[in-house]
């Protein structure tokens, strides 16, 4: 497949002998002078085969030679080049290889179409053809849907940079157009020309790369990202991660995930862990495309909030309860282990509370984050459909609503799709959520509790009208609604869908992996004795193994960046303040200090004066 770069390269630094059929351009810029040429046919037609070919795949049938020889006698039929264009692109998406992205290479085929007559036009003396085609610049039609595709295409500042540079090289082609300027014109197209294939140097390898799903298709967590990409209607890639063979403690995959857990992820250059960091990225990255999984206002704080709070419910609270229920219902009978009763009956009671705060909420929304269907519903679905299996499903039948919403999220059609895969039961390890600053509290009223948080839990928030709680899902919103106020605690770029996915997994590893292990250690060390308990040797022991092993990838993460999501301070760190503050005054201390780089990390985030006033 011909590239934009080596079709540059030939076509801006060597002359041609074509006749007639050449632009000279030279001018005088401060120092250096500027000499360029190229051939007509290859201009215009090297953009058009180029971006009709991103994103395809293996096109061996013999009509493409056809159509290839029909593009290159296109030249001066406008009509004829515009038939073939229809005609490969009806091809191709009959043979379905057309990528996520349809939408977008759609408006990129349109600039490189408007791109190729502008610059027949300026090739032919004729700027007000060339005028036409431009119209205002950005106000045209071509030029704010190209733009929409920059924007959802470009993950980087390298990216974002030619983009800058195609628009202003665009803006001074219109203007030197409208003065009937030529050599301007010449110069300003061959700057925008050039600025869109170093954007497209940077971008089309990574749209042919598409998605890959490293995990198994029976694990829950697996499952919860391919909902998301069934929802999404996205072509992706799931490579079969055998836990059974322990292949997901091992390299490669432990370069993907240092925690050895799947799914990990990859979309282009981007790789991710964290199945639900993960969504939230295809969620947003992909927001055009399917089924919307944000609100329906996605952009407005409050709503965002009611459903950061659902996702951190069905991550603390359901998620720990109902995936104990899978391991002795269903997976402990499949690997030939007797499932224990009594813990099914603790752990039913305990998925009985939360499916009651789901069925009140459920007699208010049709959702559980509202309306419409999000990404809240979406992360409970692979587990629900393991324990509509076993005798656990009377508590979701018992509860009108609850069993209408159940019956609702898993007749979706992507639910129905990941039904299918289930040649292997995977063990799914009980994991336990605890969090140090969200632990019940007997001193809560009970009707202030449920007033304001149905779990009995700390904290609960008001801003004006708006209640909220869930302390995670809390700072999100302090962090979106007050942006521009005191500091961002959000990444630099906050709009650039890739930064903030990076600051969703170590949102997802700090509540996970961090928090567990090292708010057990601060019961165990503090807390225990303000309660007159005793210290359990033999839980501080087993928690620090843990912790070690987490602050293990933390100190080869911060061995790149200052912060644990990049160069700048983020809700990321600033979750992980409150437990440090606490496991400083505790023998766990060393698990700090002994790692130069996790060491310089902690100092410097609780010297900030916001760790400091927490301290008073």
Same mark, same amino acid.
């Given at each position: 497949? &011909?590239?934009l770069n ?8 060597s002359?041609?002998?074509s006749k007639?059929n ?35 795949v ?10 290839n020889?029909? %593009?290159?006698?296109a030249d ?6 515009e038939?073939v ?12 290889? =057309?990528?996520?992205? !349809? ?15 502008v ?8 700027l007000?053809?060339?005028g036409? !085609? ?13 733009n929409?595709?920059f ?6 500042p ?19 157009v409208?003065?009937n300027?030529l ?8 700057s925008?020309?050039?600025a869109?294939e ?15 799903v490293?995990?198994?298709a029976?694990?829950p967590?697996?499952?919860?990202v ?6 999404k ?9 055998d836990?059974?063979d322990?292949?997901?403690?091992k390299e *490669?995959?432990l370069?993907r ?5 799947? *799914?990990?992820?990859?979309d ?6 964290e199945?639900?960091?993960?969504t939230?990225? /295809?969620?947003?990255r992909?927001?055009?495309q399917?089924t ?8 407005n704080?409050?709503h965002?909030?009611i459903?950061? /709070? ?10 720990p309860?109902a995936?104990?229920l899978?391991w002795?219902?269903? /997976?402990?009978?499949?690997?030939g ?7 099914v ?8 509370k939360?499916l009651?705060v ?10 559980l984050a509202g309306?419409?269907f ?7 679905i *692979?587990?629900?459909q393991?324990l509509?299996?076993t005798?656990?499903?009377? =508590?979701f ?6 069993n ?6 898993t ?5 129905q ?5 289930s #040649?292997t ?16 509290t ?6 202030m ?9 700390? &904290?609960?928030f ?6 909220l ?6 700072t999100?919103? %302090?962090?979106?609604?007050?942006? #521009?106020q ?9 709009k650039? %869908?890739?930064q ?10 700090e509540a996970?992996?961090?928090d ?12 225990? $004795? ?17 912790l ?26 600033? $979750? ?7 496991? =400083? ?10 790692? *130069?780089? !996790?060491?310089?990390? !902690? ?14």
């Amino acid at each position: 497949m &011909p590239t934009l770069n080596s079709f540059f390269s030939s076509t801006l630094s060597s002359p041609t002998s074509s006749k007639n059929n050449q632009i000279a351009c030279s001018g005088n810029t401060k120092n250096q002078t500027l000499s360029l040429s190229w051939n007509r046919r290859e201009l215009s037609l090297g953009f058009m085969s180029t971006f009709l070919a991103v994103g395809l795949v293996g096109n061996n049938d013999r009509r493409s030679g056809d159509a290839n020889a029909a %593009i290159l006698e296109a030249d001066d039929d406008e009509e004829l080049l515009e038939k073939v264009k229809q005609d490969r692109k009806k091809r191709i998406e009959r043979q379905a290889v =057309l990528n996520s992205a !349809v939408k977008e290479k759609g408006y990129l085929q349109d600039l490189v179409y408007n791109l190729s007559k502008v610059g027949q036009a300026i090739e032919n003396n004729d700027l007000p053809a060339a005028g036409l !085609v431009l119209g205002n610049g950005s106000d045209t039609e071509w030029v704010k849907t190209a733009n929409l595709a920059f924007t959802k295409l470009s993950a980087s500042p390298e990216e974002s940079t030619e983009v800058e540079t195609f628009n202003s090289s665009l803006a001074s082609l219109v203007t030197s157009v409208n003065k009937n300027d030529l050599e301007s014109s010449k110069l300003a197209f061959v700057s925008s020309a050039s600025a869109f294939e170093k954007w497209s140097s940077l971008t089309v390898p990574k749209l042919m790369a598409g998605i890959k799903v490293f995990g198994n298709a029976t694990s829950p967590s697996t499952r919860r990202v391919l909902l998301a990409l069934h929802e999404k209607n996205l072509d992706f890639e799931l490579v079969n991660i055998d836990l059974k063979d322990g292949e997901h403690k091992k390299e *490669p995959f432990l370069s993907r995930n240092p925690f050895g857990k799947v *799914p990990a992820f990859e979309d282009g250059d981007l790789k991710l862990f964290e199945s639900r960091a993960i969504t939230q990225y /295809i969620a947003h990255r992909y927001e055009s495309q399917g089924t919307n999984l944000l609100p329906a206002d996605s952009k407005n704080p409050s709503h965002y909030a009611i459903m950061a /709070i659902g996702m951190e419910v069905e991550a603390h609270q359901f998620d720990p309860v109902a995936s104990k229920l899978v391991w002795e219902q269903v /997976i402990k009978n499949f690997v030939g282990l007797t499932t224990d009763q009594a813990i099914v009956a603790e752990e039913e009671a305990k998925l009985a509370k939360v499916l009651d705060v789901y069925e009140a909420r459920l007699k208010e929304f049709k959702y559980l984050a509202g309306e419409t269907f999000t990404l809240t519903d979406l992360h409970h679905i *692979p587990v629900v459909q393991y324990l509509l299996g076993t005798p656990t499903k009377k =508590l979701f039948t018992e509860r009108p609503r609850v069993n209408e919403w159940v019956a609702e999220v898993t007749k979706r059609p992507a639910s129905q799709k990941i039904l299918k895969f289930s #040649d292997t039961l995977l063990p799914l390890p009980p994991g336990e959520s605890s969090s140090l600053y969200t632990r019940k509290t007997s001193t809560m009223s009970s009707s202030m509790s449920s007033s304001r948080t149905p779990f009995g839990q700390v &904290p609960a928030f008001e801003d004006g009208d708006l209640k909220l709680f869930e302390s995670r899902a809390i700072t999100q919103y %302090i962090a979106h609604r007050y942006e #521009d106020q005191g500091t961002n605690l959000l990444p630099a770029d906050s709009k650039n %869908i890739a930064q903030y996915a990076t600051m969703s997994i170590g949102m997802e590893v700090e509540a996970h992996q961090f928090d567990p292990a090292a708010s057990k250690l601060a019961w165990e060390q503090l807390f225990k $004795h303000i309660y007159g308990l005793t210290t359990d040797q033999a839980v501080v022991a087993e928690q620090e193994a843990k912790l070690a092993k987490v602050l293990d990838v933390y100190e080869a993460r911060l061995k790149e960046f200052k912060y644990l999501a990049g160069e700048t301070f983020t809700l990321t760190d600033l $979750h992980h303040i409150p437990v440090i503050q606490y496991l =400083l005054g505790t023998p766990t201390k060393k698990l700090f200090t002994e790692r *130069p780089r !996790v060491n310089e990390w !902690v100092a410097e985030i609780t010297k900030r004066p916001a760790s400091q006033k927490i301290l008073q």
